[in-house]
Nanobody
Framework: QVQLVESGGGLVQPGGSLRLSCAASRSITSLNTMGWYRQAPGKQREFVATVTSGAYTNYADSVKGRFTISIDNVGNRVNLQMNSLEPEDTAVYYC?????????WGQGTQVTVSS
C-alpha cells in the first residue's frame, strides 16, 4: 500500500504559477512511476505528467513547456511546477503512483485559474 497526500493547490490568475507537491508514505525509489492527472468539471480524468524511477519524464502536449515534474528522493515527494497557467488548467489535480502492477491515487488538490 502507498498513501499519497497532495498539497499546493489554490487560486491563481492567468499567467501565474503554482507548485504542487505529493508526499508518499514510502520511499519513492521503490515505486515504478509517479505522476499527476487532472479532472476538470464535467470531463474525464486526464494525464498530465509522469516520472519514472529512472527519472524519465513524460508530459501531455497541453502542458509541455509550461509544467515541470520532479522527484525529491530525500523527502519522498514528487513535485509539479506549473507556469504560465491558463483558465483551461483549472481542475482537481491528483497524484498517482504505480508499484508492482498496482496504481494508487491521492485525494486531489483543487487548482483554479481565474482573474
Amino acid at each position: 500500500q502507498v498513501q499519497l497526500v497532495e498539497s499546493g493547490g489554490g487560486l491563481v490568475q492567468p499567467g501565474g504559477s503554482l507548485r504542487l507537491s505529493c508526499a508518499a508514505s514510502r520511499s519513492i525509489t521503490s515505486l515504478n512511476t509517479m505522476g499527476w492527472y487532472r479532472q476538470a468539471p464535467g470531463k474525464q480524468r486526464e494525464f498530465v505528467a509522469t516520472v519514472t524511477s529512472g527519472a524519465y519524464t513524460n508530459y501531455a502536449d497541453s502542458v509541455k513547456g509550461r509544467f515541470t515534474i520532479s522527484i525529491d528522493n530525500v523527502g519522498n515527494r514528487v513535485n509539479l511546477q506549473m507556469n504560465s497557467l491558463e483558465p483551461e488548467d483549472t481542475a482537481v489535480y491528483y497524484c498517482t503512483a504505480v508499484q508492482g502492477g498496482s496504481r494508487y491515487w491521492g485525494q486531489g488538490t483543487q487548482v483554479t485559474v481565474s482573474s
